[in-house]
């Protein structure tokens, strides 16, 4: 029977479900950083070509988002923080999530090989691969480790950018995805000590879950150690310049101060002043990643101005 | 002969409808505009088919 009174409120999606599918946050950092790795490369597309590169990288961002939401649907009903999103709520069939992740993903590499190039479009075939089975399906519920290596496929669009308008892999590709890929640990970690997570329950282990905080506290610092040469090896580069090792030293040692204050901290003393530092030490681990980025962006303007090259 | 009311249902499926429609007419002007900039460049193509009536012409030079 068709009748609409066989609908109830939340059978039928509306638009703006299918947008929340493709984890619309998370891509307006793909968006950003595929931009940079397209706009600090040596070769420029015509605009129109850019902005198809961008918008197929970050449509495959999207088509991977909604593979994993339609692949975690169950643990994510159990956890507060996703128990809201499209399928758990019962807005987004999971068929159909199954079926958007799919066709999505075919026309964002196909499209970005047309647009680009096959090695473009076969990077972000891998980079979708990656984050749907190999973190997704694979990693995420079996090994503490999941998002260090999961971490990859957060790190590719600069390089797919990259890849977009030079048509090779190169020493700068490899070093912007080393970047965001050694970035990533630290700053999920940071997060995962001031958020009282329900993962447990998921049964999804977590390193605050599986080793404790106290071993947690330490992969902080000794990640964020891990980060830095790759960091500051990055202004040493053709995209590097003065704007962005400036920038790199400042913001690693910060963030460095920052790793060393979580991995000295008592568990009792963060608890009581309600995770102050691991707070502190998150929101500066975004503005680093989005700095670094921005830091680019200003070397690539001086470099086109004649200024401040290396 | 009278109307159904429209139902809450209803107006769900036009914004839904109305949005896939918008996304669908972007990316026909999407592919137009792309197609002109490949069309235009086509610095590519003219290599490939350079290339191609070079070896052409060799082939039938060389030929007995």
């Known amino acids: ?40 490369a040596p070769v420029h597309l015509h605009p129109v070509e850019s902005f198809c590169a961008v918008l197929f990288i970050a449509l495959g961002g999207g088509a991977s988002g ?20 499209p399928i758990p709520s019962g807005r987004v069939q999971p068929g159909e999530a199954l079926a958007i992740g799919l066709a999505l993903s075919g026309i964002s590499v196909v499209m970005l090989a047309l647009a680009t190039n096959v090695l473009a479009g076969a990077l972000l075939a891998f980079t979708i691969f990656f984050y749907a089975v190999v973190y997704s399906m694979w990693l995420k519920r079996s090994t503490p480790q999941n998002i260090v290596i999961g971490g990859a496929a957060g790190a590719f669009p600069p390089m797919i950018g990259w890849v977009a308008a030079t048509g090779h892999v190169s020493v700068e590709a490899v070093l912007m995805f080393m970047l965001i890929f050694m970035w990533t640990p630290p700053h999920f970690w940071a997060l995962a000590l001031f958020m009282k997570s329900d993962y447990g329950d998921a049964k999804v282990p977590m390193l605050t879950e599986t080793h404790g905080r106290k071993v947690t506290r330490a992969h902080v610092w000794w990640y964020t150690i891990a980060l830095v040469p790759f960091a500051l090896a990055l202004g040493f580069t053709s995209i590097g310049g003065p704007v962005y090792l400036a920038t790199s030293v400042v913001l690693n040692l910060e ?36 700095a670094h980025f921005c830091a680019l962006l200003a070397d690539a303007a001086l470099r086109s101005w004649h200024l401040g090259a290396w | 002969m009278s109307f159904r009311p429209e139902h809450e249902i209803h107006r769900r499926r036009l914004g839904r409808n109305v949005g896939v429609g918008l996304l669908l007419a972007a ?23 350079h290339a191609q009536s070079v070896g052409a012409a060799a082939t039938t030079e060389t030929a007995p």
């Open chain 2, 27 to 49: 990316f026909v002007a999407l592919m137009f505009a792309l197609s002109i900039v490949k069309v235009t460049q086509g610095d590519l193509m003219h290599q490939a088919d």
């Open chain 1, 1 to 40: 029977m068709t009748d609409i009174r066989s609908f109830d409120d939340t059978g039928e999606a509306q638009f703006g479900d299918y947008v929340q599918l493709l984890k619309p946050r998370v891509m307006s950092l793909v968006v950003f950083t595929a931009l940079v790795g397209l706009l600090v």
């Open chain 1, 255 to 290: 963030f460095l101060r920052g790793a060393w204050r979580i991995w000295r901290r008592d568990e009792a003393v963060a608890e009581a002043d309600g995770y102050k530092v691991e707070k502190q030490v998150f929101k500066f681990s975004l503005l680093y990643l989005f």
């Open chain 1, 66 to 85: 909604a593979l994993n939401m339609w692949w975690d649907a169950d643990i994510d009903a159990i956890m507060r923080r996703t128990k809201g999103r």
